[in-house]
């Protein structure tokens, strides 16, 4: 994770000053917003990784003798019945079109996305899979 926070913080660096050129070049104010909200999400991105790195075992990708067999295994939890993601979709739909059709719509897609995000957090806490 070290070297993918370094990646995402030299990236961040490189859209700070891409930034710069083009606010001062082209004087176009959607593509330097664009740009400048890019740099955000990598300086983000980057600090997290960065600061993750820190706190977990040194991974194979760190590693510059390792193996691709070193980093086989599982990935990690994925829920596997999960139809909150289908909500949240449908939700997030519905709110675009509330963009393009009248913010109406948005009265409707916000209740589906609220319980789609409530069903999804709490899911492991109820039902058959409550933890006891």
Same mark, same amino acid.
């Given at each position: 994770?070290?070297?993918?926070?370094?990646?995402?913080? $030299? =990236?961040?660096?490189?859209?700070?000053?891409?930034?710069?050129? &083009? /606010?001062? +070049?082209? !004087?176009?104010?959607?593509?330097?917003?664009?740009?400048?909200?890019?740099?955000?999400?990598?300086?983000?991105?980057?600090?997290y =990784?960065? *600061?993750?790195? !820190? !706190?977990?075992?040194?991974?194979?990708? @760190?590693?510059k003798?390792? @193996?691709?067999? @070193?980093d086989?295994?599982?990935?990690?939890? *994925?829920?596997?019945?999960?139809?909150?993601?289908l909500? =949240?979709?449908? /939700?997030?739909?519905?709110?675009f079109?509330?963009?393009?059709?009248? +913010? $109406?719509?948005? &009265? *409707?897609?916000?209740?589906?996305?609220?319980?789609?995000?409530?069903?999804?957090? *709490?899911? &492991? &806490? !109820?039902?058959?899979?409550?933890?006891?």
């Amino acid at each position: 994770m070290k070297f993918q926070g370094r990646l995402f913080i $030299w =990236l961040s660096v490189f859209l700070l000053v891409m930034t710069a050129v &083009y /606010g001062l +070049w082209s !004087r176009e104010p959607a593509g330097t917003t664009a740009l400048a909200l890019s740099f955000g999400l990598c300086i983000m991105v980057g600090y997290y =990784l960065a *600061f993750t790195a !820190r !706190r977990v075992d040194t991974g194979a990708q @760190d590693n510059k003798n390792a @193996d691709v067999a @070193d980093d086989a295994g599982e990935l990690g939890f *994925f829920s596997p019945h999960s139809w909150q993601p289908l909500s =949240l979709a449908f /939700g997030g739909a519905l709110a675009f079109l509330g963009i393009v059709f009248g +913010w $109406w719509l948005m &009265y *409707f897609s916000a209740p589906i996305i609220l319980v789609g995000i409530f069903g999804w957090v *709490f899911e &492991y &806490y !109820r039902g058959e899979n409550a933890n006891q």
